[in-house]
């Protein structure tokens, strides 16, 4: 049974701070792409960042240069890094697993908002 469990979510003030973690069971973690994606109220689901099976990785221009996306192949873990956080970062953040020629998978969400 493949799993993505999404953890590290909350509350921060702007300017601040989150990692967001997301751990995967089930599924062969190192030949899959990472994604995260986030989806704010009333807003269609959004890519953020993507990081590669060689961990080339590629961000929403909204987010270049705040947020950082990496992966443990050990722990079978993708990461995201936020820094620097805005009102507008507020959104709940799921996890993706993607693999061109098997099926891809989705985590169930972790809050993130971002207010004073």
């Known amino acids: 049974q493949v799993q993505l469990v999404e953890s590290g979510g909350g509350l921060v003030q702007p300017g601040g701070s989150l990692r967001v973690s997301c751990a995967a069971s089930?599924?062969?973690?190192?030949?899959?792409?990472m994604n995260w994606y986030r989806q704010a109220p009333g807003k269609q689901r959004e890519l953020v960042a993507t990081i590669s099976s060689l961990s080339r990785t590629n961000y929403a221009d909204s987010v270049k240069g705040r947020f950082t996306i990496s992966r443990d192949n050990a722990k079978k873990t993708v990461y995201l890094q936020m820094n620097s956080l805005k009102p507008e970062d507020t959104a709940v953040y799921y996890c993706n697993a993607y693999h061109s020629v098997k099926n891809d998978y989705w985590g169930q969400g972790t809050q993130v908002t971002v207010s004073s």
């Open positions: 089930g599924i062969t973690f190192s030949i899959y792409s």
